[in-house]
């Protein structure tokens, strides 16, 4: 299988790595439901995952897997592993391995509170205030490098020395999971509620899944998608 | 992907339709957890693989996905569908369905209980009991069956009409699992304590398993079969 | 705590057996999650579980579990136990017991088909039909039974002998369930899709729901139920 | 009900604030599944829990059900957070409230790495190189801590001020689980190869489980429990 590749934020990335099954998957297991004929006329299976769809048969759609290698920063990472259904995680460990090299998290922009909405935030255009931010998120993740250094050099534990990094640090995972999780993954994380960054993440998994089973991520789209950021296509 | 089918009992059968992964999937999955360099050595993979299984890290295992088509008698089904974890079911209904004739599992052999063991049974060697015993079976399907047919001739709903049919009758479903969930299967129905007819359904998975998959399945059977009926190989 | 027991069927029932929790467990989660301050004004509790219920912010809900005993036929039960997520069930099994005696479904009405459209069907008031169907059935079971008995005076084993026993036999079964979980359920069974028995057991689940958490019950039809059959209280 | 809390570390804790069910709901859940007479013996109650926990059927004890509030350190709660399945949370949400004030573990002693095998550490005796630790840890925290202020007080939105504090800050979470659950998290977490804090919040757990269901957590013990650090009792 040819791997795709988006890149997010200022250093992380999704990649589909491995995948089972395709739209046509949905609609052989909801032919073995409802016992109906096997087609050979996209557009009686088009209607078929519309109609599944539509009518909240999700079942059908557990039985087309993805592998995907994520990099996210931490505080992403924390809202992703929330989703417990039909999902498979391999993260990597900071107690076990000197193999990555810590990487931090730099905005290329700064959000400011929205005073009327305390759940609400916009994007600041006052350069001044931008760079001052920035400056401070930089140096506070470098002095919490130094800290983490200093700490491995005395012979600090590895597992001990990192509760200093902070959550802008990246992490790494294996994430396996089908259609209908990945369904209610975009749900939630596809939409102006959810956090800037992991929208980010979403929008790229939902291109990605657009790419390899189009006809479902229509219907998807069409009937079951209750987020504000994607667009019909 | 080619499939694998296997027959089981006189009607039935389990066939891989489709598969995501493979050992090296698992060993992949799990240098990510452990940021441990990616290698090119089977030796270094079956190595992992069985440090992986022997300290029950399981975990690397559910992104290895496979898609089955089973067919088998409604009794099995219904201890094959208790299994909830990582497991995606689409069963074909009779409510709907004209499609699939009725079908019934003839034994080919009978089990008489144990009288000391009231959980245990073995098999009749007595012809002439056994012929008494499959005819009467074969006696009670063909009176269920005829009575299906009277109630659809009055115009009985089929979801109402099939309350007669028999445990013993064939259903057919699709099944999405991973190996993580597959060992968990096998623990508990590749064993003597499980029911004789689910253990060859069991045991024709697990071949299909090593077939796929023998480095997992080879240290599987080393280190975290509970079961009794699968020998290494 | 008292058990509340509903009567369904002919010889069906589910009894609430135990609880954890109520409508102010799913707030005092929320309050978590959004770290509100604790209230001891009940219209702001209601407002609360509106706004959760409104927003699909569903998991303060699993914080409320329930334990029932379910006595239903074989098919039902079949239906019920393909709901997986956040569900625990412990089912009789006739491979072992002899102390329940068995008993099945009589229905008290009849359904006839459709005929324009084959997922559907409706009562007959027909009563000449009506005697006759019942009549069918009723002696299709004794036939069955009767069989059962023979094969099981023949030593036949009980886990064998019972595969000519038709799926309107009843079962029991524990049923442990949380308040989200049971939403799903609903959303599923208490719908004029779904088979007409298990209607009653769904709404005779929803009734015990109202009784125990009233306003995330109202808050539920009000906000998230997507059935047909339940109606606003 | 009465809550039983345990102080852990310098400012976390573990209190068990619901519960459903105990020692007697696995045992009556059993006597459905194999359905055997009630018993008012505890004899026969502690040998059938025995008898289940030996033999793996952990089915039963799925209908005990807790609920704990938990306060413990953001890398703590990554790994708590990991277990899926029969598991529901409600973590605080930083990017919302302004409540919780923030607060950091500070440990009472250093671990330092074992040199030999890099996923041991053990715990430093050398006082001064101790106190030169914990002084580099508190003025991390302190720097982070001066940033995530000077953030808000130039107006930038929580949500993305809170990217340099360090994952040892504290958070808080509702956790409901069940007993069958609770004792897979116990046999990885209550384990010499978790991190020293989990640990101690395992332990903390373990404790809770005995106090409550003590005939199943004695079982536990003798027969399922694959960890090394808690002991029979």
Known sequence: MQEIKCSILDKGFVTLIDMMGDDFSAVKAARVSYAK????????????????????HESPF???TL?????????????????????SYNEISRRYTT?????????????VQDEENRQSSYICEDDNKKEQALLLIEESYKNAYETYQKLLKLGIAREMARIVLPVGEYT?????SNIRSIMHFLNLRADGHAQYEIQLYAKAIAEIFNKVCPLSYTAFLKYSYTGNILKEV
């Open 37 to 56: 004929e096997q087609s050979s006329d996209i557009e009686r299976d088009r209607a078929l995952i519309e109609y599944l769809m539509k009518n909240k």
């Open 99 to 111: 193999k990555y090299s810590e990487e931090f998290y730099l905005p290329d922009h700064i959000r």
């Open 67 to 87: 592998t995907f290698h994520v990099k996210c920063p931490i505080f992403v990472a924390r809202q992703w592993l929330r989703h417990r259904i039909g999902n």
């Open 172 to 176: 790494q995972f294996y994430w396996t």
């Open 62 to 64: 557990e039985h087309i």
